[in-house]
């Protein structure tokens, strides 16, 4: 089966730094990549869509300068957050779709990345 | 907002029973998926529906879809206590999924 991975698991940073999350697909090819956003006892929200070579589409509501997103390769998407403050603390997930074994696949989700801005 | 609504938000039962739940949506769907979380873990994929199905099991799951409803429920049969988790629905619209509100389900031994 498809895997997507996520590092780091959790991180701990300081008030105005910035923090890069890695969303890695392992097997497969991910022609598209989403980012989610969950509060504690919430619902994921989509935050942005990005797809390998093109600038993400952010949904509404959520400032592209301050969540950066790169899609470089097939393989590789990361979110960094720029001037991190205690509200931007979430647990942040990501999903991957491309193309396993000749099919166009689902989503499949990586096992989140909890960010704690002290 | 284009999240979907789920209920009920939580819901609590004994091991052996049956838990019931239900998502709506408004927007047209290419299909519906649900997934399991264990607290402040990621997601885990339990089953998909697609539009032009009505109905789908997998092992202790039931999932229906009506579409003309707008609405999925899931069934968790025989209940255990490692089935203690929230649950969420996803529908897939233009490409993207978006989410319901979860029911936490808690089945006690």
């Known amino acids: 089966g498809a895997v997507v991975s996520q590092h780091p698991s959790r991180v701990i940073c300081k008030s105005g730094t910035s923090v890069k999350i890695e969303c890695r697909s392992l097997?497969?090819?991910?022609?598209?990549m989403f980012w989610y956003r969950q509060f504690p006892k919430k619902s994921l929200m989509l935050m942005a869509t990005?797809?390998?070579?093109?600038?993400?589409?952010?949904e509404q509501g959520v400032e592209k300068d301050k969540f950066l997103i790169n899609h470089a390769s097939l393989t590789l998407s990361t979110l960094t957050v720029t001037s991190a403050h205690p509200e931007d603390s979430s647990f942040y997930i990501c999903?991957?779709?491309?193309?396993?074994?000749?099919?166009?696949?689902?989503?499949?989700f990586g096992p989140g990345t909890r960010l704690t801005v002290l | 907002s284009q999240q979907g609504e789920e209920d009920p938000q939580a819901l609590s039962i004994q091991e052996g029973e049956n838990a019931t739940m239900n998502c709506s949506y408004k927007?047209?769907?290419?299909?519906l998926q649900w997934y399991r979380q264990n607290s402040g873990r990621g997601l885990v994929h339990l089953i998909l529906?697609?539009?032009?199905?009505r109905e789908k099991h997998s092992g202790r799951l039931r999932v229906t879809l009506d579409t003309s409803k707008k609405s999925s429920s899931l069934l968790i049969t025989a209940s255990r206590a490692a089935d203690t988790a929230s649950y969420f629905c996803?529908?897939?619209?233009?490409?993207?999924?978006?989410f319901g509100a979860g029911t936490q389900v808690v089945v006690t031994p």
């Open positions: 996803a529908f897939d619209s233009w490409g993207k999924l978006q």
């Open positions: 990005s797809n390998e070579g093109s600038k993400a589409t952010y």
């Open positions: 097997d497969f090819q991910a022609t598209t």
């Open positions: 927007t047209s769907i290419n299909n």
């Open positions: 529906i697609r539009s032009n199905e």
């Open positions: 999903s991957a779709r491309g193309v396993l074994a000749g099919v166009y696949n689902e989503q499949f």
